[in-house]
């Protein structure tokens, strides 16, 4: 069980229908330029994420074996929820073809800064049935621009020993000049096979969330064998951005599974 957040980040894809390249430090999935190898692992698609510049129209998945996959949500610079650019599978997901690349298309009158992140997984994530905690941490680390950076997180709270599912996630990225979108997928201590992961909302201010993050689909999700324990250490992130921000808040949501 679980899922992996894969991106999809280039400067200039060019206009019309083009392809974007696999986000450079891809390490969990085999890839060559802007093809990204699907495997059995995670073959559903639980969420498309879709955001460029200015004028976004439509990103589309291509494999060889399928008919082409299109979503139309589609999320501009100028948005501050980036809920607006996805499209959520978490509860129905598609089927890919395991063992068969897979490439990301953009559509876009305008050759610009474009970002597609996917959530793929092995099944459907539905709702928790409790909250148990509720974890916030801060990350200051500056992202590299269309790579995968690690970022440590320094979280705000000590939790009681235990096993801890985690069953939600949401964060905030801060610039000052405008906003810009980061992807953040976490590295959990004991579980390298899987990368979870969301886009992050834009914050108004430095550390400050603005007010819609937990209406997100990806608040909240079903157990799905994601968990760490305190004494192994916590999770940090992944973050993958177009532009170099620095400041990033993280909130997880979990409950606890065992001593």
Known sequence: MGFDLVGFSEATPGTGTNPVAVALNETLYGKSADELSITKKASFLLGIFYNALTTPNNCILRQPKQIDFASVKALLNTELNPEAGFMNLMAH??????DEK????????TDELTTIALMLGNGKLGKPDRVDHIIRGIVDQAVTAHTWTNGSVVWDQSLPKGI???IGMIGGTYKAAAPETVLARLVIPGYPEW???VPLHNMV???TILNKGTQAPWAF???CGLKFSPKDGYPDVELLGTVANTDHVIQLALQKSGK
């Not at 997901?93 to 395991?98: F, G, I, M, S």
């Not at 897979?102 to 009158?109: F, K």
């Open 93 to 98: 997901p598609k089927a890919l073809v395991p």
């Open 102 to 109: 897979l490439t990301a298309y953009s559509v876009n009158a």
């Open 164 to 166: 801890y599912d985690i």
């Open 195 to 197: 990368r979870p992961g």
């Open 205 to 207: 201010a430095d550390k």
């Open 221 to 223: 999700w079903s157990k």
